[in-house]
């Protein structure tokens, strides 16, 4: 059985004890952090083990850690500068652009995240990764599933692997926003790699997703179209995937690089919201 490990040695870089816990949820993604307190400055060895624990566990989950707009952006900021996508305008903070507001209730039409996804993949430069906090929860439901890419990677076969391997898809930002922003909004559309490799790690990552790709480029488009139906599939594999039960007050941080995730909305017409913030990344590679 896991257990939750607090180890007293120190991380890569640094000396002294670990000031953190890490609980891992199962073999394949996803960590519990215990000892982090975002209500006052992050110290910088504990900022390192948290950095850490997402290259390790790519997405690393908070709970009754209640954050106010300044606390989370002092949690964000340990992992970057914050990006501010041209599509979350509508849901901005008034006064804190980089936090955008995550609501859904009985009146809602639309939830955010209710498909397979990378953040603002469509993005010229997608996020880094998210900080989701959310201080209200249904009494039920309302869970997010965490799906690692590195594992769907992994494992397709050689063959499909070699074949996919130098492609690059079309994310396309109409497809996730387009029936929910004004009409007149230009939103972003743009072409990635297939395979990414992660920046910190040097994996290969699988990075198509159903939220945003459009196509395979120079593909027919029932050969794309076929193929990208095979990988979503591909993806929803439980094998790759840790499913989080929020609490309220539970924040989870995820890097986009190498994961999806998906909300479920099966508490209709109950309230789940709160607050995200989405950090900085690099133009995949």
């Known amino acids: 059985m896991l257990q939750t ?30 000892g982090v307190d975002p209500s ?9 083990e948290l950095r850490q ?10 709970r009754d850690t209640p954050l106010d707009f300044a606390a989370h952006q002092r949690l964000a900021a340990v992992f970057g ?11 901005r903070v008034e ?12 009146t809602s039409k639309y939830v955010a995240g209710e498909n397979w996804h990378s953040d603002m993949s469509a993005d010229p430069e997608p ?8 201080h209200t929860i249904p009494t039920l439901g309302g869970d997010t599933v965490f799906a690692n890419m590195y594992a769907a990677w992994d494992a397709l076969s050689d063959t499909m692997r070699a074949m996919l391997d130098g492609l690059t898809a079309t994310h396309d930002a109409v497809k996730a926003f387009g029936a929910i ?8 559309c743009t072409s990635h790699p297939i395979a990414r490799i992660h920046p910190v790690t040097g994996r290969k990552a699988l990075y198509v997703n159903p939220g945003y790709t459009t196509k395979i480029d120079g593909m027919a488009e029932a050969e794309s179209d076929a193929l990208l139906r095979f990988l979503y599939e591909h993806i929803k594999d439980p094998r790759f995937q ?10 989870a941080i995820w890097d986009n690089r190498c994961s999806q995730h998906v909300a479920i909305w099966d508490y209709f017409p109950q309230v789940r919201s709160g607050f995200r913030i989405q950090v900085k990344g690099e133009r995949p590679a």
Not at 95 to 106: L, N, R, S
């Open 5 to 34: 490990t607090t180890i007293e040695t120190a991380p890569r870089g640094e000396t002294g004890p670990r000031t953190i816990g890490v609980k891992p949820l199962n073999p394949t993604i996803g960590a519990e952090i215990s």
């Open 40 to 48: 006052q400055p992050i110290p910088e060895q504990t900022a390192t």
């Open 53 to 62: 624990a997402i290259a390790d566990h790519i997405v690393i989950f908070l």
């Open 81 to 91: 500068e914050a990006h501010i996508a041209p599509s979350t305008a509508a849901w």
């Open 95 to 106: 006064g804190f652009p980089e936090i955008t507001k995550m609501h859904a209730d009985g």
């Open 127 to 134: 996020p880094m990764g998210s900080v989701l906090y959310l």
């Open 181 to 188: 922003v004004a009409r007149d909004m230009e939103l972003p």
């Open 242 to 251: 840790c499913r989080f039960t929020w609490s309220p007050h539970a924040t």
